[in-house]
């Protein structure tokens, strides 16, 4: 069985053997229990990334089985390619790294596009909510069954990479907004409004929708899909086999083991954790032993700084920490031995290790800059066309010297463009302009007019010409 780390400090000694002790006294076993929505972790961070769980032919097989109508919709795809809705999920989840389940449940939550029969244009326009607010309208860029499921995916992951940059985030309590669904949700849970998120896909959840009763909904639906009901504990549980030293969270099917003290207090409490059989606990096998959340900053007893990044620690100074946005309070205190199960990454350089776009105050350059690279956005409509809504920072001159030059950012294949002298348009598809024959020809393919952006002639001439787009 493997034990919790206990040499962290001496009051965490207590608390933690005085927590084992109180279980002892008052077992509590567990039995087969209908799932609990818990405001604060609606599912695993593993949920959101475990972007394999459908292949192509699963995805198209649900949509027809659920009866809607996209088992048999098709659209125009980012890359100007038309496309079936399942082939669009798949290609999304599969370019983000996002669980195509999570992409399904969405659907049905904005839409109910997965099982509604009659959706109208909007719900087919508006697929995902992206974009959509509670006080204002929609952004017309983004309409279109495609861009919508595009860009769901990208957010999610972006609320991963860059969780500093959103008001909700681990640990930090914020209110939510509140409207009827809301406080019905609040009298049936017992809920507040305040939420205190236990996992980073949880406080992307509320940065998409920062409504209880939505991420409510979310929770339900994958239930009803993709939970697992027959399993003998609960998703979520926190458990200890009677008699035994050492606590499991029950996730996806498998019990996680916590070989850290640190690590176990930063997000639960003992009082959390229920004494069950060993002979149910042995039923589930060992998965990955849990870890702090990306991004966590820890200082080790020998004084060493850490960023810590999937399966890596990397070394990182105060001064790049700081840039970056993070507070010295930030930090988690560690013993070596809470980070014996991480492999030592290559030290963090640079402030902006998940990328930023940044601006020279001078001369208004805009760069994407990752890691130690600076990648030139040499015209606005290209900057608007992919990053619309990422912040820019301004900075020095010296500053950006100090990054290595990388290669010019391009349009994203997909884009619809034209110059600023001629009505002809091209779409962009694997670093060429293909022209499009016709106004027929561009509403038989399902393009829409306002999707197109206009171009200096040098920026279109960039790139090369490729076939013709025609009906024959």
Known sequence: MLLLSMNLFLVKKIIFCLGLLILMAMPVFVQAQEP?????YIISDHFLTDWQTMSLEEIQDFLIQ???????????DIDGQKKMAAEIIFRSSQEYKINPQILITLLQREKGLITKKNPTIDDYNWATGFSCYDYRSPVGRFRGFAYQVDRAAWRLRYYLEHPWQFQFRVGTKTPTLVNQNDRWVKNKYQANYVVTPKNQVTAGFYNYAPHLYDNWLFWKIWQNWFGQPGQTLAEGSLVRAKNEPGVWLIQDDKKRPFYSSTLFLLSYNFNEVKEVDPQILEEYPVGKPMRFPNFTLVKSSLGDIFMLVEDEKRSITENIFKRIGFHPEEIIIVEENDLD????????????????????????????????????????SILMANYPYSYIIRVNPEELDSFDLGAQIRFRSGTL????????VYVISQEKRLPIVSEEVFEVMGYQWDKIIEVKQSILETYPLGEIINLE
């Open 341 to 380: 199960y991480y492999q030592l990454g290559t030290p963090i350089l640079s402030p902006y290790p998940s990328g930023a776009l940044l601006q020279n105050n001078e001369t208004k350059a805009v760069y994407y800059v990752k890691e130690n690279i600076k990648y030139p956005i040499i015209d606005k």
């Open 66 to 76: 659920t009866g809607g109508t996209l088992g048999d919709y098709s659209a125009i």
């Open 36 to 40: 609990i929505f818990d405001p604060e």
């Open 417 to 424: 463009v034209k110059s600023l002298d001629s009505p002809a």
